[in-house]
């Protein structure tokens, strides 16, 4: 999937400006990673990439292969392909994990998925991500650990099969064992899927020691200000964003 997203900008239904000619573009199989500072406009991204009605488009595009999905809702625009990994998972009560997640594929493949083979799928991808059984019977994240919630979101991917993840803030709230798991079965995901992309939105490098991103961008006042490659993620881990952040501004103002 060619991803792309053309001089966007976004207000909140308050008219608060969030996103000033945001572009980026996306290629099959690359990783990118978008940081910067907390209120810069990353989780909003992420938002607005999927559709959401908390928001409003003023100007640009976002495109896939090319053709615009600005006017697609949420459900459509996830049955192209892309996933949310979401930053804090919401619990819901009385849909199970396999009742959300077999209807849900359903509707992506638009056939009704056999129970058995699905509950097979379903043991697999647990037992890759060290899950629980019982979780599987259990409603949506109804008192899973902070933990719990992202792996949960991590067997999603691994059964809907997007080709283009959006990870958000995926490393807040694991432990460095749950952290490792999660992220070998996005790796062993992306070796069976080569041409599935990734884009990461996170304050810290832990994440990067596993998923080795291709390109990194900082984000500042709505906008990519500085691109680099993974050094420029040790830079920030080292020193900060200010010192980018003001030396980008100072090349700006000359």
Request: charged share 25%; aromatic share 6%; hydrophobic share 35%.
């Amino acid at each position: 999937m060619n991803f792309s997203i053309e001089n966007l900008n976004v207000n909140s239904k308050d008219q608060k400006e969030i996103l000033k000619d945001f572009s980026l573009t996306v290629k099959p199989g690359e990783v990118h990673v978008i940081m910067g500072p907390n209120g810069t406009g990353k989780s909003t991204l992420s938002k607005v990439i999927m559709g959401s009605n908390d928001y409003i488009v003023h100007h640009g595009d976002i495109k896939i292969n090319q053709e615009s999905i600005l006017s697609l809702d949420t459900c459509e625009r996830s049955r192209k392909g892309i996933f949310l990994a979401m930053q804090s998972p919401i619990s819901i009560e009385g849909v199970t994990n396999s009742e959300f997640l077999r209807t849900a594929l359903s509707s992506k493949q638009g056939s009704n998925v056999g129970i058995y083979p699905f509950i097979q799928m379903m043991e697999t991808a647990m037992k890759d991500l060290k899950m629980d059984d019982s979780m599987m019977h259990r409603s949506i994240n109804q008192d899973f650990s902070g933990g719990e919630r992202k792996k949960n979101e991590i067997l999603q991917m691994k059964i809907l099969k997007p080709n283009f993840i959006i990870l958000d803030e995926l490393d807040s709230g694991l432990d460095v064992d749950s952290l490792k798991i999660v992220c070998d079965n996005i790796q062993q995901y992306l070796k069976e899927n080569p041409t599935t992309s990734v884009l990461i939105i996170t304050h810290y490098t832990r994440i990067l020691d596993y998923l080795h991103p291709d390109f990194v961008h900082i984000m500042e006042k709505g906008k990519i200000v500085k691109t680099g490659d993974f050094t420029l993620a040790k830079q920030i881990e080292k020193n900060g964003f200010s010192c980018v952040i003001e030396v980008s501004e100072d090349n700006v103002n000359e």
